[in-house]
Each structure stands twice: as structure tokens, then as C-alpha cells.
């Protein structure tokens, strides 16, 4: 996969060559590229942003450089495009794992990470599609790109170690992670379920999908308002509620 990303602040992107993802690019399994798009400003005094016609506060991003800053890396592109490309926008759609998911699909990304008021909205006819990492709005796009880059990234084939570990994380399945332990069994007192080195994997499984819907219920049952469950989720879950009001008589 290629990533490319345009921005005011190409170094805050440094911790994208660390860990996994540094890794990733070392093997060739990713091509991620960081432009200035201020470089492509014909503007005299260097300005990518001016004030909004008909008054308001702040500034907006000026269509000319991050038009020109595209077209260079659709230039320097084998396929001569940009990908699919994507605006980070806190009145985009809310990013979410499906999306990641969704993403990590694609050939080639290109992330527009905004900065200062807004963007003129012109630049919005260069964009696939417009994406928020949450309700609330940051200082620039830079930091809600490395996240979405880093979510989509996990789900390319050879980045992660192992293959499976993407697709059991927590929102997978639409729920959250089940408890995890290593050694030793028995730390400070604190023991490892006894199930979990019982050797019993059909009842592992269960454990692990009860502590699923367990922690799920408790933390984000909004998740499980339009879950189609299975007849042994729903078992489980009948079970859940009963120990939990039991725990609270």
C-alpha cells in the first residue's frame, strides 16, 4: 500500500517510522510520503491561508497549494493518482474499525490534514470522502491521520505478526476484547482464571466470548442495540444479567 499525506508539519509524522509501521516500510510492505504543501504556495509571502469572504473568525486554507501539492503526488504516482483521497473534517463521518478496515482495501491513500479555521470548500471537490476521528475538533489533521493511518495500516497483510491479531482485537466482531493473561498464573496473589489453563478449549471459548458480552454490556452497550446475537450469545448474556443482579442484591 501507498500513503501519502499533505500537511503544514511533515515532522510531526516522525513516530510513523517507529515500531510496526517503521517496520512495515522497511520490508516494502508500505510507501508512506509526507508533503508540505506550503511548498506549492505561488502566494509572495508564502501564505496558505487567508481570511473568509463575508467576515468570521480565523482563517481558511486556501484551494491553491493543496490543489498544486496533489497534483505533484499524483505526478509522482506510477497510476499518476492520488488514490482515494480523504479530508480529515470534524463535520466528517466519525472514524470508526469498519472504516479501517474498509481502508486498508485500497492501493493508494492520500490524507489532506488541515489546519488553522477550516478549508476553503472548494478543496472538497479534490476529496473521496471526509472523515472525523471523534466530537470534538483538534488544532490541525495531523494527529487524527496518524491514528487513522495506524488503525488502517494494522489490517495490511504482513504488517501485524500475527495475521489474527487484527481480527480479534476489541469492535472486530462488533465486540469489546475479553481479558487476557500471561505468566505467570499466580502473580502477587493475583491468579489467572482457571479455565484459561484448564486445557479445555471449547470452554475457553465460551469463557472468552462471556467476558466479551460481559464487558461490552458494562462499558458500551450501545454497541449491542442492533447486534443480531447468536442463541449461545443471547444465553450468555441472559446469564450475565442475573450474576450482575445477584451481585447487587
Do not use: C
Not at 510496526?20 to 522497511?26: F, L, N, P, Q
Not at 478496515?101 to 488541515?114: N, P, Q
Amino acid at each position: 500500500m501507498k500513503i501519502d499525506v499533505l500537511s503544514l508539519f511533515p515532522d510531526m509524522f516522525a513516530p510513523m517510522r517507529q515500531s510496526i509501521i517503521g517496520k512495515a516500510v522497511d520490508r516494502g510492505d508500505l510507501d508512506f510520503s509526507v508533503t508540505d504543501f506550503r511548498d506549492y504556495t505561488t502566494n509572495k509571502h508564502n501564505n496558505v491561508d487567508d481570511y473568509p469572504f463575508g467576515g468570521g473568525a480565523g482563517m481558511l486554507l486556501t484551494p491553491q497549494p493543496i490543489f498544486d501539492a496533489l497534483e505533484a503526488v499524483k505526478k509522482a504516482s506510477p497510476d499518476q493518482s492520488a488514490g482515494h483521497v480523504i479530508l480529515l473534517d470534524p463535520a466528517g463521518k466519525k472514524f470508526d474499525h469498519h472504516d479501517a478496515k474498509r481502508l486498508a482495501g485500497y492501493d493508494h491513500l492520500t490524507f489532506i490534514a488541515g489546519h488553522y479555521e477550516g478549508y476553503d470548500e472548494r478543496i472538497k471537490t479534490l476529496v473521496d470522502e471526509e472523515l472525523s476521528l471523534g466530537d470534538y475538533v483538534l488544532t490541525g489533521g495531523e494527529l487524527a491521520s496518524m491514528v487513522m493511518i495506524d488503525a488502517t495500516v494494522r489490517f495490511i497483510p504482513n504488517v501485524l505478526g500475527n495475521a489474527e491479531s487484527a481480527e480479534g482485537d476489541s469492535f472486530a466482531d462488533g465486540l469489546l476484547e475479553y481479558p487476557q493473561y500471561t505468566r505467570p498464573a499466580d502473580f502477587r496473589g493475583l491468579t489467572v482464571p482457571e479455565v484459561l489453563t484448564s486445557g479445555n478449549h471449547g470452554k475457553i471459548k465460551e469463557w472468552r466470548l462471556k467476558e466479551a458480552l460481559k464487558k461490552t454490556y458494562l462499558r458500551r452497550p450501545d454497541l449491542l442495540e442492533n447486534r443480531q446475537f447468536t442463541n449461545e450469545e443471547r444465553d450468555l448474556l441472559d446469564d450475565i444479567k442475573s450474576e450482575l443482579a445477584e451481585d447487587q442484591s
